[in-house]
């Protein structure tokens, strides 16, 4: 059985917003693409965060566990890219999925946000060792939200661990961004023009001022551009990653002048 995506709007209110609606038609789950040889090794959120038990059921979305068995082919690599494009879901597979980014050993963790970091999925890009995002990416944080069903005293504990939820989160921001608590609370709460729930969404250029982000890409030059098309039909999708990642560097920052 199979479950629309627009069913999980009523699980995660958040995800009726347009602007991460507009980006669910072109998610889905890839898995890690991985050369045994390979120095550099790339991982793949491309999806709603779900339960293991909404994975198995219908067959949507991806779990922590799901993204364990990724990061379990990155073990030892040199450096890990995280590639993100997903409007978050369950927070608490978020804080599993960090934990084992956290606990992946690798030379460098590299989240690279390629489309949407939303909501939890941002919560996973605070376990990498930077943060790096596409000119035309976006970064959105909330404040944890739900729902239930019970008496007042279980709405009461319910609303309990939303705060504890938001003070987690709120923790991990300020880690990251040097931003103070009530700062970071202010742009989970906010509510912009237009949107639906509460949070900040935030461009590449706005992510990295505020500190969410460490670096916003370049775009390749036509150069790299006319390798990436001269290796694509031959090289392994570790090596175009590579070959790109390469030509990225040499454009940002370019060898230092040896004339005499």
Do not use: C
């Not at 082919?73 to 960090?98: E, F, Y």
């Not at 370049?218 to 390469?246: G, M, W």
């Amino acid at each position: 059985m199979k479950i629309n995506r627009s069913d999980l709007s009523a699980a995660f209110p958040w995800m009726a917003d347009p602007r991460v609606a507009a980006r669910l038609s072109t998610l889905s789950r890839v898995d890690a693409r991985v050369d045994k040889k390979a120095e550099v090794v790339d991982v793949y959120l491309y999806d709603v965060i779900v339960t293991p038990e909404i994975e198995a059921l219908f067959g949507v979305g991806i779990s922590a566990q799901g993204f364990r068995e990724q990061l379990k082919q990155a073990d030892g690599a040199r450096r890990v890219n995280v590639h993100i494009n997903s409007p978050g879901g369950d927070v608490d597979q978020g804080k599993a999925m960090l934990s084992g980014l956290r606990s992946l050993r690798a030379g460098e963790k590299v989240a690279v946000v390629e489309g949407l970091a939303a909501s939890a999925a941002t919560v996973v890009a605070m376990g990498a060792d930077r943060v790096v995002m596409e000119p035309e990416a976006v970064f959105m944080i909330h404040e944890a939200s739900g729902g239930m069903w019970g008496s007042a005293a279980d709405h009461e504990k319910f609303a309990e661990i939303l705060r504890m939820d938001n003070a987690a989160v709120r923790a991990l921001y300020a880690k990251k961004t040097g931003l103070d608590d009530g700062r970071i609370a202010e742009l989970m709460a906010a509510q912009e023009p237009g949107g639906t729930v509460p949070g900040t969404y935030m461009d590449a250029a706005r992510a990295r001022e505020l500190g969410f982000a460490d670096e916003v890409l370049a775009p390749p030059t036509k150069e790299a551009a006319a390798a990436f098309r001269a290796t694509a039909s031959v090289a392994t999708p570790n090596q175009i990653a590579v070959k790109l990642a390469f030509a990225r560097s040499r454009q940002q920052h370019p060898p230092a002048d040896r004339r005499g």
